[in-house]
Structures are given as structure tokens and as C-alpha cells.
């Protein structure tokens, strides 16, 4: 729009210039050092374009450019408009024109003001309220926001600028030309459906928004101009539905996607969902509990649900656990609630995580980073982990083994393949037509189960990783040391080191450490503390009895207790990182638990303080503190989940000990 009619001219003083006019205008005011406000002469009068001119909708972008400037002129652009409701949104930017007095925003940066440097739409994004705690939402979409654009002389005070030397209106709309619009009050649902101009039928959206309540239609009118039918769709302090979100029922939702699958205009077999805040976390329920669900785009969602209790067919989901004392002030006197929320992966707060392994749908999680909510990003790469562990094969393969109690244990196994991996609980004595006791001089039988493993359609290769505590760790550590295609190794209070029998492969034997039962000492409680009955390693790294460790093609992971009473599982792991970086490798990872035991296990098991044990044939204690050993076991899970997804998924991630 031009702004150099005549009319607009003198409805803001300004004056058609001609030599005498110029002749009797005043000198330059002297202007303090410290002014920002350029003289002009009377005869400037600014023109605003705006490409491209006329009918604009609010998603599109447009490139502003001033006119008739003087050369490399200082001015303030204002832009404002007004809300539903009436109130005022105002940008103010500095800028100074080219030396051809234009100023054109796509290449011109702003100096000061609501934004700096260039920014060809921050005249809309960078609006704020003239009164605070106000936000910018579009609740009529049949009308268009009226944007004032207003080019004022110099950089005044307040970045307000002098007098004024142009202006434009420039409307924004929100309903494509022939886009339908469609109130939707049928049985429950209470919507607004907009369809595109073209004949359909159309892909389907239904579109949600966050705890604010109500029904919002602007993102929906706009998803509508771009192809698709898109179901606007409230579910309280609407209409007729519930005034407060205390209880949800996911059959509504049911009823309204239905609704739009029936529609004739919406094209099937499923519908996608779009949703922010709550309505993010609602779109994940929705799509792990209901059919014709195709994909789902979650803006600042999270993973467990949140405020309302959500039934569905007899099913609830009681709400996160909230803690407001966790409520922090900012500097300028705000809430942050972001801490608010329990963590939904520990304790009775699990009760609240959304099911989304059972998810027919592709998904799109978009974060904020700084997202005050709550910890967007943080619900988004769980539920990430949670679908890629559940998703189709194949997966990253794991051999579990356990220590002297023979069978086969698969609890562990089992936790393991609920994180994405292909795991495999591997009895190795005392089991079904296995030998009643280890057998040191067989290790074949594990290089068989590890090719096994490669060679199953749900494994993916090339390598796979170990797991073993106590014996177990030791078989982990020689099939490590011998064995091709083990991409990475987790001891859990291993020793390295052969026992009371030589470890044999093919022609290699590494001897026996032996033991001295003499060393054994009674505790105070009265059992056998049998932590130094082993005999002592001479030489360290280069005692014979070592495993070769450095001939492992994969990292090592090392997590010890330091009040093993099995055996002295820290130094052992120390004389290990020796050896490695002795050899030339890699300083290993090891993670060494004040107060823990020897049986470290999954989160949440209780310590086992001491038990039978086959060597002396009596019950011996196994170390730990029960407090520290269980805090012990949380942070050992995370650490041993983030090893195995680095080494054997390839996934960038890091896990911090806590302890």
C-alpha cells in the first residue's frame, strides 16, 4: 500500500515541496552529541510497499520496503494492531536507510529496539503487549488482523522515533479464499471442521490446544488453505462441555476422530493429530490408545499425562505427581513451575507414563529447548526411546550372563529388551542337560551362543554386546579378550581374572590365581567374610592369570562396588585400566559406588547382603550399604542403558553419575 496520496499527506502535516517553500525553510537544529534524531527537510514523505500487496495470509511471509528516504537516514519503524479483545501489540525498530534513501528489511538490519540485526518479519513476531501477561491469540479466524505500519523520523527516546513520514495497513487473514469453515455439534463433539476450496476428499487433522480451554481455530484455518481437513476440536469450557479438566475421557476424543474418518470430504484410512501442551500430550494418548491414528505431530508434549485423570474403556491414568514447592521466582518476580512435575519414570508416578509402544503412528515431536512448562525435550527423547525399543527389528544384540548360582536367570534379560534390545539370558551350568558345575575348559559353548545370536533375523549386527556380574562379568571379559564380533562389555564387579580353575579356548589356558581358604574371617555378625581368600596379584597387570583384555575389539564398561566382599572388585578394575592403557588402548570407563555391594542389580531390587555361597559351602556376606547400594543400582542402570545404545545403536548420548 502507498502511503503519498494527497489526503494522507495533510491529515499528518506534511507538505508538497517546491523551491520556495525550500528557500524559507529553517537551518538544521543543533543537536546535542548524544541525539539520535536526523533532520529532515519538509518535503520528505516516506512510501511503505509491501510484497506482495494486498490479500495476505498470516502464515506467509512479506517483504517490506521503504521509499523516499534521505540518504542513509535514521527512522523508526512502528508496527502495532489490536486483538479480539481489543488490546494493543506494538513493535519498535531502529534502522537507517542505504545511501539511495531506501530501506528495505529483507537486507537491512535493525540497530535497536524489539529485535537487532535482519529481520524481515520481526515487525510480527517480536509484537508485545501494551498491557503485560497478554498473549497474542486469534480467536475470530473470519476476520484479519489489521497490522499499522508506521515509519517515524530519527531513533528518539524509548525507541519511539520523531515525526511521522509514511505509513501502510496491512491485513493479515487466517481463511484461505474459499476455504469452508464448519461448526461441528454432533452427539459429544463439540469442533469447528474447515475444508479446502478444491474438491476433496482430504487428508484429516484434528487439532489440539493446551489447558487454556476453550475453541481456538486459527492454526487449523491455516493447516486448511494448505490442503488439508482439519477438525478444530475443544474439549472444556466450551459450549456445553465440562468447565474444568479434573476428569478426561478419551472416549470423546474416540467420537470426534470417527467423526472426521466418516466424514465424506476426509480422506482415510487414518487421520493424523497435531497438538501442543496438553494437547500434545493428549495427541500421544490418543494415538497409543485409539485406531486410525496415522501420524502425530507433538509440540512441547509430554509423555505422562498431566492435570486430568484419563479413563478410557476401564483403563485410567491417574495425573503426574506435583510438587509445588519446587516452584521457583525468576528475577522479574514470575513463577517457574518448570520443576513442578515428578519425574514419571520412577516410583508410583510410572502409573502416569503414556503407553506409546502400543502406537500404530508415526510421530514428530517438536521441542523448545527452553521450554518453562515442563521438560519438553526431555519427555520427547523418552518417548523416542520408548518407541525404538518397542519398533520392528531388527536390534542391537545383548548376551547376558550371571555368577556362581548356576540356571538360568532372565530377569535382567528381560528388563533389557524393553529398551530396544535383543537379548539373550545364557545358562551356562546346573540347567537342564548342561554340566551340574562350571566348566572353565569349555568356553567354545559361548563362542556357539554368540554366533547364535548373529545369525538370528532380529539381531543386528556386526557385533554384539556382553553383560555379567561376578563370574558372569569374567566369562564376559574372556569371550572379550578371544572373540571376534563383541562390539562392547559390561563387568559388573568382575575380576579379570581366572579362579579356582584355568580358563581354556581352543589351545590357550590361562591359569588359576588359586586361593588360600585359611584367609577367610568370620564378621562380626558371625558369617564368613571370604573377600581375601584369592591369592595375591604379583606384578599386576602381568600376572599370568590375567585375561588379555587388550585384545577386545569393543570398549569395556567396569562398574564396581567398593564394599564387594566377593573379592576386591575395585582394584581388580583398576589393575584392568592398567593393563588397557598399558597395551595402548583407550583409558576404559569405570564407575566405582561408594557402599555397594557385590550384587548389583536392576533399580528398586533389595541388597542381598549375604547368602550360601558354593566354595566354602557356607553363607558369606556380600558388602554394601542398603541406602547407598540402591542409589548405586538406579545410576548403574542408566549407565549401563547409555553404553549399550552408544556402542551398539550408535546413539550420541551421555549419562552423568550422580554419585
Given at each position: 500500500?502507498?502511503?503519498?496520496?494527497?489526503?494522507?499527506?495533510?491529515?499528518?502535516?506534511?507538505?508538497?515541496?517546491?523551491?520556495?517553500?525550500?528557500?524559507?525553510?529553517?537551518?538544521?537544529?543543533?543537536l546535542?552529541?548524544?541525539?539520535?534524531?536526523?533532520?529532515?527537510?519538509?518535503?520528505?514523505?516516506?512510501?511503505?510497499?509491501?510484497?506482495?500487496?494486498?490479500?495476505?495470509?498470516?502464515d506467509?511471509?512479506?517483504?517490506?520496503?521503504?521509499?523516499?528516504?534521505?540518504?542513509?537516514?535514521?527512522?523508526?519503524?512502528?508496527?502495532?494492531?489490536?486483538?479480539?479483545?481489543?488490546?494493543?501489540?506494538?513493535?519498535?525498530?531502529r534502522?537507517?536507510?542505504?545511501?539511495?534513501?531506501e530501506?528495505?528489511?529483507?537486507?537491512?538490519?535493525?540497530?535497536?529496539?524489539?529485535?537487532?540485526?535482519?529481520?524481515?518479519?520481526?515487525?510480527?513476531?517480536?509484537?508485545e503487549?501494551?498491557?503485560?501477561?497478554?498473549?497474542?491469540?486469534?480467536?475470530?479466524?473470519?476476520?484479519?488482523?489489521?497490522?499499522?505500519?508506521e515509519?517515524?523520523?530519527?531513533?528518539?527516546?524509548?525507541?519511539?522515533?520523531?515525526?511521522?513520514?509514511?505509513?501502510?495497513?496491512?491485513?493479515?487473514?487466517?481463511?484461505?479464499?474459499?476455504?469452508?469453515?464448519?461448526?461441528?455439534?454432533?452427539?459429544r463433539?463439540?469442533?469447528?471442521?474447515?475444508?479446502?476450496?478444491?474438491?476433496?476428499?482430504?487428508?484429516?487433522i484434528?487439532?489440539?490446544f493446551?489447558?487454556?480451554?476453550?475453541?481456538?481455530?486459527?492454526?487449523?484455518?491455516?493447516?486448511?488453505?494448505?490442503?488439508?481437513?482439519?477438525?478444530?476440536?475443544?474439549?472444556y469450557?466450551?459450549?456445553?462441555?465440562?468447565?474444568?479438566?479434573?476428569t478426561?475421557?478419551?472416549?470423546?476424543?474416540?467420537?470426534?476422530?470417527?467423526?472426521?474418518?466418516?466424514?465424506?470430504?476426509?480422506?482415510?484410512?487414518?487421520?493424523?493429530?497435531?497438538?501442543?501442551?496438553k494437547?500434545?500430550?493428549l495427541?500421544?494418548s490418543?494415538?497409543?490408545f485409539?485406531?486410525?491414528?496415522?501420524?502425530?505431530?507433538?509440540?512441547?508434549?509430554s509423555?505422562?499425562?498431566?492435570?486430568?485423570?484419563?479413563?478410557?474403556?476401564?483403563?485410567?491414568?491417574?495425573?503426574?505427581?506435583v510438587?509445588?514447592?519446587r516452584?521457583?521466582?525468576?528475577?522479574?518476580?514470575?513463577?517457574?513451575?518448570?520443576?513442578?512435575?515428578?519425574?514419571?519414570?520412577?516410583g508410583?508416578?510410572?502409573?502416569?507414563?503414556?503407553?506409546?509402544?502400543?502406537?500404530?503412528?508415526?510421530?514428530?515431536?517438536?521441542?523448545?529447548?527452553?521450554?518453562?512448562?515442563?521438560?519438553?525435550?526431555?519427555?520427547?527423547?523418552?518417548?523416542?526411546?520408548c518407541?525404538?525399543?518397542?519398533?520392528?527389528?531388527?536390534?542391537?544384540?545383548?548376551?547376558?550372563?550371571?555368577?556362581?548360582?548356576?540356571?538360568?536367570?532372565?530377569?535382567r534379560?528381560?528388563?533389557?529388551?524393553?529398551?530396544?534390545?535383543?537379548?539373550?539370558?545364557?545358562?551356562?551350568?546346573?540347567?537342564?542337560?548342561?554340566?551340574?558345575?562350571?566348566?572353565?575348559?569349555?568356553?567354545?559353548?559361548?563362542?556357539?551362543?554368540?554366533?547364535?545370536?548373529?545369525?538370528?533375523?532380529?539381531?543386528?549386527g556386526?557385533?554384539?554386546g556382553?553383560?555379567?556380574s561376578?563370574l558372569?562379568?569374567?566369562?564376559?571379559?574372556?569371550m572379550?579378550?578371544f572373540?571376534?564380533?563383541?562390539?562392547?562389555?559390561?563387568?559388573?564387579?568382575?575380576?579379570?581374572?581366572?579362579?579356582?580353575?584355568?580358563?581354556?579356548?581352543?589351545?590357550?589356558?590361562?591359569?588359576?590365581?588359586?586361593?588360600?581358604?585359611?584367609?577367610?574371617?568370620?564378621?562380626?555378625?558371625?558369617?564368613?567374610?571370604?573377600?581375601?581368600?584369592?591369592?595375591?596379584?604379583?606384578?599386576?597387570?602381568?600376572?599370568?592369570?590375567?585375561?588379555?583384555?587388550?585384545?577386545?575389539?569393543?570398549?569395556?564398561?567396569?562398574?564396581?562396588?567398593?564394599?564387594?566382599?566377593?573379592?576386591?572388585?575395585e582394584?581388580?578394575?583398576?589393575?584392568?585400566?592398567?593393563?588397557?592403557?598399558?597395551?595402548?588402548?583407550?583409558?576404559?570407563?569405570?564407575?566405582?559406588?561408594?557402599?555397594?555391594?557385590?550384587?548389583?542389580?536392576?533399580?528398586?531390587?533389595?541388597?542381598?547382603?549375604?547368602?550360601?555361597h558354593?566354595?566354602?559351602?557356607?553363607p558369606?556376606?556380600?558388602?554394601?550399604?542398603?541406602?547407598?547400594?540402591?542409589?548405586?543400582?538406579?545410576?548403574?542402570?542408566?549407565?549401563?542403558?547409555?553404553?549399550?545404545?552408544?556402542?551398539?545403536?550408535?546413539?550420541?548420548?551421555r549419562?552423568?553419575s550422580?554419585?
Open positions: 500500500m502507498m502511503a503519498s496520496s494527497s489526503p494522507l499527506r495533510r491529515a499528518f502535516g506534511l507538505g508538497l515541496w517546491n523551491p520556495r517553500s525550500w528557500a524559507c525553510l529553517p537551518k538544521p537544529p543543533k546535542r552529541s548524544s541525539s539520535l534524531v536526523s533532520w529532515v527537510p519538509g518535503r520528505m514523505a516516506a512510501t511503505v510497499s509491501l510484497e506482495p500487496a494486498g490479500r495476505c495470509r498470516w506467509e511471509p512479506v517483504r517490506i520496503i521503504v521509499r523516499g528516504l534521505a540518504p542513509e537516514q535514521l527512522v523508526t519503524l512502528r508496527s502495532s494492531l489490536r486483538d479480539d479483545k481489543g488490546v494493543l501489540f506494538q513493535t519498535r525498530a534502522y537507517r536507510a542505504d545511501p539511495g534513501g530501506l528495505d528489511l529483507a537486507r537491512a538490519p535493525a540497530l535497536g529496539g524489539s529485535f537487532v540485526g535482519i529481520e524481515p518479519m520481526g515487525f510480527l513476531w517480536a509484537l503487549p501494551e498491557k503485560p501477561l497478554r498473549r497474542l491469540v486469534k480467536r475470530d479466524v473470519q476476520t484479519p488482523f489489521v497490522v499499522e505500519l515509519v517515524l523520523d530519527g531513533h528518539g527516546g524509548q525507541g519511539e522515533g520523531g515525526r511521522l513520514l509514511g505509513r501502510a495497513v496491512h491485513e493479515r487473514h487466517f481463511l484461505a479464499p474459499g476455504v469452508r469453515r464448519e461448526p461441528v455439534r454432533t452427539g463433539v463439540r469442533a469447528t471442521l474447515f475444508l479446502p476450496p478444491e474438491p476433496g476428499p482430504f487428508p484429516g484434528v487439532d489440539l493446551g489447558v487454556g480451554g476453550g475453541l481456538l481455530e486459527y492454526r487449523a484455518s491455516l493447516l486448511a488453505g494448505k490442503g488439508f481437513a482439519v477438525m478444530a476440536l475443544a474439549y469450557n466450551y459450549d456445553d462441555l465440562p468447565k474444568d479438566l479434573k478426561l475421557h478419551l472416549e470423546y476424543f474416540e467420537e470426534a476422530v470417527n467423526y472426521l474418518l466418516n466424514h465424506p470430504q476426509v480422506k482415510g484410512p487414518g487421520v493424523g493429530l497435531l497438538g501442543i501442551s494437547g500434545g500430550e495427541c500421544l490418543m494415538a497409543s485409539l485406531k486410525g491414528i496415522t501420524a502425530a505431530v507433538i509440540i512441547n508434549g509423555i505422562a499425562n498431566v492435570v486430568a485423570t484419563l479413563h478410557y474403556q476401564g483403563k485410567i491414568l491417574p495425573p503426574l505427581g510438587n509445588y514447592s516452584i521457583k521466582t525468576t528475577r522479574d518476580g514470575f513463577a517457574d513451575i518448570l520443576d513442578v512435575l515428578n519425574s514419571p519414570l520412577e508410583p508416578d510410572q502409573k502416569s507414563l503414556i503407553p506409546v509402544e502400543r502406537s500404530e503412528s508415526t510421530f514428530l515431536f517438536l521441542v523448545g529447548q527452553d521450554d518453562h512448562n515442563w521438560k519438553s525435550e526431555f519427555y520427547a527423547n523418552e518417548a523416542s526411546k518407541l525404538q525399543a518397542h519398533g520392528p527389528g531388527p536390534f542391537p544384540g545383548i548376551i547376558d550372563l550371571f555368577g556362581l548360582g548356576g540356571g538360568l536367570l532372565e530377569y534379560t528381560s528388563l533389557l529388551a524393553g529398551h530396544g534390545f535383543a537379548t539373550l539370558a545364557l545358562a551356562y551350568y546346573d540347567f537342564d542337560d548342561l554340566p551340574k558345575k562350571f566348566n572353565s575348559r569349555n568356553m567354545e559353548y559361548f563362542e556357539e551362543a554368540l554366533c547364535s545370536m548373529l545369525q538370528h533375523p532380529q539381531v543386528k556386526p557385533g554384539i556382553l553383560l555379567g561376578s558372569g562379568a569374567n566369562i564376559c571379559l574372556f572379550a579378550s572373540l571376534k564380533n563383541i562390539s562392547a562389555t559390561v563387568s559388573i564387579n568382575g575380576s579379570g581374572f581366572t579362579g579356582i580353575s584355568a580358563f581354556c579356548y581352543k589351545e590357550i589356558c590361562i591359569p588359576p590365581l588359586g586361593h588360600d581358604m585359611r584367609r577367610i574371617k568370620r564378621a562380626f555378625s558371625g558369617l564368613l567374610d571370604i573377600v581375601d581368600i584369592r591369592n595375591d596379584i604379583v606384578g599386576g597387570y602381568e600376572h599370568p592369570s590375567m585375561f588379555p583384555i587388550e585384545k577386545a575389539e569393543g570398549p569395556i564398561f567396569f562398574i564396581v562396588g567398593q564394599d564387594d566382599h566377593n573379592w576386591r572388585s582394584l581388580y578394575a583398576q589393575i584392568a585400566s592398567e593393563r588397557l592403557q598399558a597395551y595402548g588402548k583407550k583409558k576404559p570407563q569405570l564407575i566405582s559406588y561408594p557402599g555397594a555391594g557385590h550384587y548389583i542389580e536392576p533399580p528398586y531390587f533389595p541388597m542381598c547382603p549375604a547368602s550360601l558354593t566354595l566354602p559351602k557356607k558369606v556376606i556380600w558388602g554394601g550399604e542398603p541406602r547407598a547400594h540402591s542409589k548405586a543400582q538406579i545410576d548403574a542402570w542408566k549407565q549401563i542403558l547409555t553404553f549399550f545404545r552408544r556402542h551398539l545403536r550408535g546413539t550420541q548420548e549419562a552423568f550422580k554419585l
